[in-house]
C-alpha cells in the first residue's frame, strides 16, 4: 500500500512552546488528509480533515487557534500545537486519502508528544 | 452523525478463533474497515470490504459483513500471542469514522 510518514515519531517540550507535527505521502499525491487524536486506552478523535490549498475543516470541540493545520502540497500537512500544555499530552495520527472517495486512507506511524 | 460501536474486551486462548463485532449506522457507507493497533505504534489496515460483499476472506481473517443489520465482524482464526492488540472498525463515509476498538487478549 501507499506510505505515509509521520515526522517526529516522539516530542518533549516544555509548556508554552510550540511543537509541529510533519505528514507526508511519499508515493501519491493526497488531497485530504485527517489528524486524530488518541487519549490512553481511548479511541481515535477526529480533530480536522484538510484538503490541498484550503483551510482545515475542525470537528466541534476542537480549538483551531491552538492546532493549526496546514496543507499547502498534495504532499504535505503540518499540524502545530501552539502554546502547549501537559493535557495536550496524547498521540496524534495522520491520515492521507488520494482522490475523493478513494478506497481507503493511509495512516501515519503517529506521534506521541508530551509536554512537561 | 455516524455512529461506529464494538465491544472493548475479548480475550481468547492461543489457538482458538477469535471473533470482534462491529455495529454502525451509516447505510450509504461504502467500504468498511479493520484496523490493529499495538501497543505504543500507529494504524495498520488488515482488510476491508466492499458493502456489496457479504464475505472476504484473506489467510487467517474472514470479514463477514451483514449489511441489512448494519453489522460487521472480523474472525481471527488459530489466534496467537502477537495477535493481541486493539482492533478498529471503521467505516468509509464523508470521514473515518472509528469505533472505540476492541482490545483483544490472548491467552496462552
Known amino acids: 500500500g501507499a506510505v505515509v510518514s509521520q515526522h517526529p515519531s516522539w516530542v518533549i517540550c516544555k509548556s508554552g512552546t510550540s511543537v509541529k507535527i510533519e505528514c507526508r505521502s511519499l508515493?501519491?499525491?493526497?488531497?485530504?488528509m485527517f489528524w486524530y487524536r488518541q487519549f490512553p486506552k481511548q479511541s481515535l478523535m477526529l480533530m480536522a480533515t484538510s484538503n490541498e490549498g484550503s483551510k482545515a475543516t475542525y470537528e466541534q470541540g476542537v480549538e483551531k487557534d491552538k492546532f493549526l493545520i496546514n496543507h499547502a502540497s498534495l504532499t504535505l500537512s503540518t499540524l502545530t500545537v501552539t502554546s502547549a500544555h501537559p493535557e495536550d499530552s496524547s498521540f496524534y495520527i495522520c491520515?492521507?486519502?488520494?482522490?475523493?472517495?478513494?478506497?481507503?486512507?493511509?495512516f501515519g506511524q503517529g506521534t506521541r508528544l508530551t509536554v512537561v | 452523525g455516524e455512529d461506529v460501536e464494538q465491544s472493548l474486551f475479548l480475550s481468547v486462548r492461543e489457538g482458538d478463533s477469535s471473533v470482534i463485532n462491529c455495529t454502525y449506522t451509516d447505510s450509504s457507507s461504502t467500504y468498511l474497515y479493520w484496523y490493529k493497533q499495538e501497543p505504543g505504534a500507529g494504524l495498520q489496515l488488515l482488510t476491508y470490504i466492499f458493502s456489496n460483499m457479504d464475505m472476504k476472506q484473506d489467510q487467517r481473517l474472514t470479514v463477514l459483513l451483514n449489511k441489512k443489520d448494519k453489522h460487521l465482524s472480523l474472525r481471527i482464526a488459530d489466534t496467537q500471542t502477537g495477535d493481541s492488540a486493539i482492533y478498529f472498525c471503521?467505516?468509509?463515509?464523508?470521514?473515518?469514522?472509528f469505533g472505540p476498538g476492541t482490545r483483544l487478549s490472548v491467552l496462552p
Open positions: 508515493d501519491f499525491q493526497a488531497t485530504t
Open positions: 491520515s492521507a486519502r488520494g482522490a475523493p472517495g478513494a478506497t481507503e486512507a493511509f
Open positions: 471503521a467505516v468509509n463515509g464523508q470521514n473515518f469514522v
